[in-house]
C-alpha cells in the first residue's frame, strides 16, 4: 500500500541526511522492530505517506540506536527517495515527538553506522537527593577514557566485541545537576547508563575512583553487578558528521513546541501527584 501522489523513480533515487530529534517515553527504541512502535518505525510510515514510495529499514536508516526512553537532538536518519525531499512534509506524518529539523544530500557512499565521525551522548543527573563528591566523580571519569573491554559496563550485544573507545568524558554541573558527557566513535548497548551508576557508587563513597582501572582490568567485580541508569535523563546530544545542514526553521519551532508542551504537562503531573500523595483519604 503506498500514500501520498508522487510517483517513484528508480532511477533517479537520492539519499538524504537529516538531523533528527525524538522524545524516547513512547518508543521501544529507536530500531525498527516487528510489531513494537520504534522511531524508525514512525519515520518509515511518515516517509511512506508523504513520498507515495514504499519504504523500509534499508531506505530509511539511522546512525545509531538508542533504547526505550533515551532521547536525542542530534541522531542521524539516511532517507533514500526518488523524490526530492521536503522534510517539513514529512514532519506532517510524524508524532509531534519526532521531528526532521535539517538535511542535506549525502556523500556518495554515505554509511550511516559506519560514515559518523564520533557520538556524543549527555546524562542528566539530578543530584538535588544526592550528596555526591564530583571531585572523586571527575577523578573516576578520566580512568575510562582510552580504548578498553567494557564487558563489566555494558550489556552482551550479539557476537559483537566489548571493546570500545571513549575518546573523551568529562562531568560538569551545578549544585542541584551533573552532566556526563561522553564522546566516541562507538558505544556498547547501555554503556553510558552504566558508566553513569559506576560515577554514583564512586560519588557516594562505596567505591574509590581508583577501583575503576581494576573493573576495566577485570580484577575487581562487582557480584551484585551494575545496574544501568534510568534512560529518560540520556541524550544523544549529535551524530558528529562534517555534512553541513541546511536548517528548517518551521521544525525548529516544532522541537521547541513539544518540548515546553512536554514540560508543562509534566510540571501539571507533578503538582497533581504531589497534591495527591497529601490526600486525606490515603491518611485514614
Known amino acids: 500500500m503506498t500514500y501520498g501522489h508522487h510517483k517513484r523513480s528508480k532511477s533517479r533515487?537520492?539519499?538524504?541526511l537529516c538531523r533528527l530529534f525524538y522524545l524516547g517515553n513512547n518508543y521501544h527504541g529507536s530500531q525498527w522492530q516487528l510489531g513494537l512502535r520504534t522511531v524508525q518505525g514512525e519515520l518509515i510510515s511518515a516517509a511512506a505517506k508523504w513520498s507515495g514510495e514504499e519504504h523500509s529499514p534499508a531506505t530509511i536508516q539511522l546512525s545509531g540506536?538508542?533504547?526505550?526512553g533515551v532521547h536525542s537532538i542530534g541522531q542521524i536518519a539516511m532517507i533514500v527517495s526518488g523524490v526530492p525531499l521536503d522534510i517539513n512534509q514529512i514532519n506532517k506524518h510524524l508524532p509531534n515527538d519526532i521531528t526532521l529539523w535539517a538535511y542535506a544530500v549525502a556523500p556518495p557512499g554515505f554509511k550511516p553506522?559506519?560514515?559518523?565521525?564520533?557520538?556524543?551522548?549527555?546524562?542528566?543527573?539530578?543530584?538535588?537527593?544526592?550528596n555526591l563528591d564530583v571531585a572523586s566523580m571527575q577523578k573516576a571519569t578520566q580512568h575510562l577514557i582510552g580504548s578498553h573491554d567494557f564487558a563489566l559496563l555494558s550489556k552482551p550485544?550479539?557476537?559483537?566485541?566489548?571493546?570500545?573507545?571513549?575518546?573523551?568524558?568529562?562531568?560538569?554541573?551545578s549544585e542541584d545537576m551533573l552532566t556526563l558527557d561522553t564522546y566516541g566513535t562507538s558505544f556498547l548497548w547501555k554503556l553510558v547508563?552504566?558508566?553513569?551508576?559506576?560515577?554514583?557508587h564512586v560519588g557516594t563513597g562505596e567505591l574509590a575512583p581508583e577501583v575503576v582501572p581494576?573493573?576495566?582490568?577485570?580484577?575487581?567485580?562487582?557480584?551484585?553487578?551494575?545496574?544501568?541508569?534510568?534512560?529518560?535523563?540520556?541524550?544523544?546530544?549529535?551524530?558528529?558528521?562534517?555534512?553541513?545542514?541546511?536548517?528548517?526553521?518551521?521544525?525548529?519551532?516544532?522541537?521547541?513546541?513539544?518540548?515546553?508542551?512536554?514540560?508543562?504537562?509534566?510540571?501539571k503531573s507533578t503538582r497533581t501527584l504531589s497534591a495527591l500523595?497529601?490526600?486525606?483519604?490515603?491518611?485514614?
Open 13 to 16: 533515487m537520492t539519499a538524504y
Open 65 to 68: 540506536r538508542t533504547d526505550g
Open 113 to 130: 553506522r559506519h560514515s559518523v565521525l564520533m557520538r556524543h551522548y549527555r546524562y542528566y543527573l539530578d543530584t538535588s537527593e544526592m
Open 157 to 173: 550485544d550479539g557476537n559483537r566485541s566489548s571493546r570500545a573507545t571513549l575518546l573523551n568524558a568529562c562531568i560538569t554541573g
Open 193 to 200: 547508563r552504566k558508566i553513569v551508576s559506576l560515577l554514583i
Open 214 to 267: 581494576e573493573i576495566l582490568h577485570g580484577q575487581t567485580v562487582i557480584h551484585s553487578g551494575i545496574r544501568p541508569a534510568a534512560p529518560e535523563c540520556l541524550v544523544l546530544i549529535e551524530a558528529i558528521t562534517p555534512v553541513r545542514m541546511k536548517r528548517s526553521k518551521l521544525a525548529v519551532k516544532r522541537v521547541q513546541k513539544q518540548m515546553y508542551t512536554q514540560l508543562g504537562f509534566l510540571a
Open 277 to 284: 500523595s497529601e490526600d486525606s483519604l490515603l491518611k485514614q
